[in-house]
T-cell receptor
Framework: EAQVTQNPRYLITVTGKKLTVTCSQN?????MSWYRQDPGLGLRQIYY???????DKGDVPEGYKVSRKEKRNFPLILESPSPNQTSLYFC?????????????FGPGTRLTVL | GENVEQHPSTLSVQEGDSAVIKCTYS??????FPWYKQELGKRPQLIID?????GEKKDQRIAVTLNKTAKHFSLHITETQPEDSAVYFC???????????FGTGTRLKVLA
C-alpha cells in the first residue's frame, strides 16, 4: 500500500530534550516536506527536500533540523525543543518538484513540549 | 513575506446549498494552487488543484476558479452534503522554489 508513515504519532517531552520524528514514504517520491499545524494558523512549511542530500528552509525553520540521506526517509529533528514547538506535525511527499503533483500527507505527529 | 489569505474562517450552509471559499495570494510568481480537505482528526487530502495557465477547473460538485490579475482563487462546492463538512485549506506553490504557502483554513459545516 502506497503511504507516508510518521513515528511517533504522539509524544510528550520536556524542554531541551532532543527528539526526532521520523517520516518514511514507499512511493519513490523525490519531494518531501514537513509542516506544522496550529489553530488559526493553518499549515506552515518547516523544511522541504527536492531529493537526496538537497534540503531547503520553508517559512518556519527556526529550531528544527532535517536530513535526507535516503530517498524514502526525511526525519525532523528538534535539538532543544521548547514549548512553542508544541504542535501537530505533518510530513508529506510527492513526485518530482511537487508542482502540479499531489502531496500525500502522513497521519501526523502530535507533539507536546512541557 | 509571501502570504495567502483565506476567507471565511467558518462557513455554515444548508444541505444542498452551495459553498464558496476565497483565497488571495501575494507572490505573483505563484503558479500552482491546490485545495486540501481535512476531516476531523485526519490528514489533509488534495481535492482539486489548478495551474496558473487555466482559469477554471471542475470535478463533479467541486470547481476552482483563478483570477491571476487579481491574485484570487476560489473553491466552489455545489449541492453540499453532510460529508462535505471539514476544514478546507488553499495553498499557493511556486516553481523554482518549491515552497508552499497555505491559507489559514475554512471550517465548513453542512447542516442537514
Amino acid at each position: 500500500e502506497a503511504q507516508v508513515t510518521q513515528n511517533p504519532r504522539y509524544l510528550i517531552t520536556v524542554t531541551g530534550k532532543k527528539l526526532t520524528v521520523t517520516c518514511s514514504q514507499n512511493m519513490n517520491h523525490e519531494y518531501m516536506s514537513w509542516y506544522r499545524q496550529d489553530p488559526g494558523l493553518g499549515l506552515r512549511q518547516i523544511y522541504y527536500s527536492m531529493n537526496v542530500e538537497v534540503t531547503d528552509k520553508g517559512d518556519v525553520p527556526e529550531g528544527y533540523k532535517v536530513s535526507r540521506k535516503e530517498k524514502r526517509n526525511f526525519p525532523l529533528i528538534l535539538e532543544s525543543p521548547s514549548p512553542n514547538q508544541t504542535s501537530l506535525y505533518f510530513c508529506a511527499s510527492s513526485l518530482a518538484g511537487a508542482l502540479n503533483n499531489e502531496q500525500f500527507f502522513g497521519p501526523g505527529t502530535r507533539l507536546t513540549v512541557l | 513575506g509571501e502570504n495567502v489569505e483565506q476567507h471565511p474562517s467558518t462557513l455554515s450552509v444548508q444541505e444542498g446549498d452551495s459553498a464558496v471559499i476565497k483565497c488571495t495570494y501575494s507572490d505573483s510568481a505563484s503558479n500552482y494552487f491546490p485545495w486540501y480537505k481535512q476531516e476531523l482528526g485526519k490528514r489533509p487530502q488534495l481535492i482539486i488543484d489548478i495551474r496558473s495557465n487555466v482559469g477554471e477547473k471542475k470535478d463533479q460538485r467541486i470547481a476552482v476558479t483563478l483570477n491571476k490579475t487579481a491574485k484570487h482563487f476560489s473553491l466552489h462546492i455545489t449541492e453540499t452534503q453532510p460529508e462535505d463538512s471539514a476544514v478546507y485549506f488553499c495553498a499557493a506553490g511556486t516553481s523554482g522554489t518549491y515552497k508552499y504557502i497555505f491559507g489559514t483554513g475554512t471550517r465548513l459545516k453542512v447542516l442537514a
